[in-house]
């Protein structure tokens, strides 16, 4: 079994920052791209950033300019550096990852627990 454990996250007010992480444990022998996705009330879950196990990334244009994703293979762990935030980034935030495991072909896919971030004055 694959275990993404999420950190970080809280109340932030607009303009701040916050930043998560999300580390990753079990039996795999590789992960291929981690990413971060969000869910707001009411509100189907959205891609906010992803990263290749190379460190190319990708944004939702809502977050261009304000989010940095980053990783460190060793570790396992994908963060999320949240700058100048809006009262519409208040979601719960999720850690996804595709992960090889040895003798099972193709990639499978593991979610985290979810981790809230509120922005509000």
């Known amino acids: 079994q694959v275990q993404l454990v999420e950190s970080g996250g809280g109340l932030a007010q607009p303009g701040g920052s916050l930043g998560l992480s999300c580390a990753a444990s079990?039996?795999?022998?590789?992960?291929?791209?981690m990413g971060w996705f969000r869910q707001a009330p009411g509100k189907q879950r959205e891609l906010v950033a992803f990263i290749t196990r190379g460190g190319g990334t990708n944004y939702a244009d809502s977050v261009k300019g304000r989010f940095a994703i980053s990783r460190d293979n060793a570790k396992n762990t994908v963060w999320l550096q949240m700058n100048s935030l809006k009262r519409e980034d208040t979601a719960v935030y999720y850690c996804?990852?595709?992960?090889?495991?040895?003798?099972?072909?193709?990639?499978?896919?593991?979610w985290g627990q979810g981790t809230r971030v509120t922005v509000s004055s």
């Open positions: 996804k990852a595709g992960v090889e495991k040895v003798g099972v072909q193709g990639e499978s896919h593991y």
């Open positions: 079990g039996s795999f022998s590789l992960i291929n791209a």
